[in-house]
């Protein structure tokens, strides 16, 4: 087709698609051609602004390695996992509050992290911290416990660093697998986890910059999932009391997963226990499907220092 309008492109780049042999494929790329040249329109998006923009996406690529993942941030940052997550596994979307206990996988979850025992502690190597002794159920929708599944658990220190950021930790520190017993419950030790700052220096915290934004997730422990004809869980759960559970910097936080870290000051589980020590117990419910494990966003460790944790303040220009 020869351009002679700007709908003419539009249209050139749908003709396009017409020889492609995947249906989903072509449906996804009609609809983003369709979106996109609309935003460029309705935007008026300038040439050196279209620069700025091709340079952001590059730059996210350039700072993804085996140890940092700025695609999936940049994508929790702006709500599209979230929205995701809650498209993908709401039994009734007609329903004003999505019934599900699923939630974000984030860009720290590594696979193969050791096979452990229920009752087992996380904490690998020297690490600082409360106490916590977790208790978690998976059933199905009829509330019947689902056994022999397997549940994959991380999350950061007491400092806010998951271990493949932080070259102090032991690997796979606070990290583990852990399987189903008939009553569907898992249950282990670690240290009571931190809410922390996503990492600020790259496009994402640019972003967050430029919206007068902080850049804060509230304290959470991860699980996922996994087990044959059942729909792969990604899950987070939020301690009800941080003070970021309101404004999510990645908008993961819904109510279904809130829950109460409870403190306990008396009769710790293990008598070698001085001092705080609390208990979480949190139930999901999972939904028949095609178990299918993600593509794990990171591989390995950070090799060079520890990252430094910037907290942006919100809203900055406020006084």
């Avoid at 992290?113 to 106490?131: C, F, M, V």
């Avoid at 994959?152 to 032991?170: I, K, L």
């Amino acid at each position: 087709m020869i351009i002679k309008t700007p709908n003419d492109i539009t249209a050139s780049v749908l003709k396009g698609l017409d020889g492609a042999t995947d249906s989903r494929f072509k449906e996804i790329m009609q609809s983003a051609v369709k979106h996109m040249h609309a935003f460029v329109s309705e935007t008026k998006l300038s040439e050196s602004e279209y620069q700025r923009v091709c340079a952001v996406i590059a730059k996210l690529g350039q700072m993804t390695n085996e140890s940092h993942n700025e695609v999936v941030l940049a994508g929790g940052s702006l709500g599209i996992s979230a929205l995701v997550c809650l498209l993908n596994n709401a039994p009734n979307t007609s329903e004003v509050e999505f019934k599900t206990t699923a939630n974000m996988l984030g860009p720290f979850w590594r696979d193969d992290s050791p096979l452990s025992r229920n009752g087992e502690n996380l904490a690998r190597g020297l690490t600082k911290g409360d106490p916590i002794f977790v208790k978690a159920w998976v059933k199905d929708r009829l509330g019947q416990p689902v056994c022999d599944a397997m549940v994959d658990v991380w999350h950061t220190s007491a400092d806010g660093f998951y271990e493949n950021q932080d070259p102090s930790q032991v690997d796979m520190n606070l990290r583990g697998r852990f399987k189903t017993n008939e009553q569907g419950l898992i249950e282990f030790r670690s240290v009571k986890p931190s809410g922390y700052p996503i990492p600020v220096n790259g496009p994402v915290g640019d972003l967050l910059k430029m919206q007068g934004r902080h850049n804060m997730r509230p304290a959470h422990i991860h699980f996922l999932i996994f087990k044959e004809g059942y729909k792969t869980q990604f899950s987070q759960v939020y301690s009800d009391d941080d003070p970021y559970i309101e404004s999510d910097v990645q908008f993961g936080v819904t109510a279904s997963l809130l829950a109460q870290y409870h403190k306990h000051q008396t009769l710790p589980p293990d008598p070698s226990i001085k001092g705080d020590w609390y208990s979480l117990e949190h139930t999901f419910i999972v939904d028949q499907g095609e178990a299918i494990l993600p593509r794990a966003p990171i591989k390995g460790k950070n090799q060079g220092g520890l990252p430094e944790q910037k907290v942006l303040i919100e809203n900055p220009q406020i006084t």
